[in-house]
């Protein structure tokens, strides 16, 4: 019986050992990423601009992708890669945009995108993702993509 105790108390502290190693994260589910898609095309609607919406988790895979009717094909690999950029580097592509003004040196960043419409998803300061929006003026792009932004904001207020 003593043996059995002794495994037993070996076992349960092994189990909560490993547990302290390893981190909890939210992340970004398909329900999430089509009410925030939904969010970014009432903006876009509400506007008259026909975009493309991309939504890419925290490892810049894409999760969820909508083209509105008549927008550009051209502005699907756009989208996709502005949401890529800003998960990548954790920052609106609007910031590479603007930082190219003074620094062209921005341009060798693999993978960062100096247009504007791209924005990390965060939840109290974590990246879930990013939204990259294409099809209309980046200044557009970007309140298209901001509305979807705030979409997850109060998602995760619930």
Do not use: C
Not at 61 to 85: N, P, W
Not at 118 to 125: A, D, K, Q, R, S
């Amino acid at each position: 019986m003593p043996v059995l105790l002794t495994l037993t108390l070996l076992v349960i502290s092994a189990t909560l050992a490993l547990g302290q190693g390893l981190a909890t994260k939210r992340s970004l589910t398909l329900e999430a990423a089509k009410q925030i898609a939904a969010a970014a095309e009432a903006e876009a609607k509400r506007n008259n601009w026909n975009v493309v919406i991309a939504i890419v988790d925290d490892g810049g895979h894409l999760v969820y992708l909508q083209r509105m009717d008549e927008t550009q094909i051209g502005s699907i690999d756009v989208a996709i890669a502005k949401a890529q950029s800003a998960v990548k580097f954790k920052r609106p592509t609007k910031a590479f945009e603007d930082a190219l003004l003074s620094r062209q040196a921005i341009l060798k960043l693999p993978g960062a995108l100096p247009i504007e419409g791209g924005l990390p998803l965060m939840v109290e300061g974590k990246i879930l993702g990013a939204i990259g929006v294409s099809g209309v003026q980046s200044n557009q792009d970007g309140i298209i993509a901001q509305a979807g932004a705030n979409a997850l904001a109060k998602l995760a207020a619930r």
